[in-house]
């Protein structure tokens, strides 16, 4: 069983940086992908970032730039899924959930097998 715990969000200001961090523990096959997706006041979950077994990274276009994420360690170890936040903006402001999808890629949150419980970055303009 795939367990994901998320830490790092908050209140910040418009500019500012944040990181976010997701413990994942569990077994994964080598073909799963992990990923951050945000769902903002209002609107529908929707995908971030997303980071493949062989490294490969992809990111939303209004994140592009801006975001970046990365892992230390690697499964099936324990390991941790950063997502460094610069620049925010107040269109930013969601709850942040990491999630994994055990094989292949995707962008569509409907697709992912395994969520954490989300963490609140606020950004006030």
């Known amino acids: 069983q795939v367990q994901l715990v998320e830490s790092g969000g908050g209140l910040v200001q418009a500019g500012d940086s944040l990181r976010l961090s997701c413990t994942v523990s569990g077994l994964i096959s080598i073909s799963h992908s992990v990923a951050w997706l945000r769902q903002g006041p209002g609107k529908e979950l929707e995908f971030v970032s997303g980071l493949r077994y062989s490294g490969m990274t992809y990111y939303a276009d209004s994140v592009k730039g801006r975001f970046t994420i990365s892992r230390d360690g690697a499964p099936p170890a324990q390991n941790t899924v950063f997502l460094q936040m610069n620049g925010l903006k107040a269109e930013d402001t969601a709850v942040y959930y990491c999630?994994?999808?055990?094989?292949?890629?995707?962008?569509?949150?409907?697709?992912?097998?395994?969520w954490g419980q989300g963490t609140q970055v606020t950004v006030s303009s």
């Open positions: 999630a994994v999808r055990t094989r292949g890629y995707s962008r569509d949150p409907e697709d992912f097998d395994f």
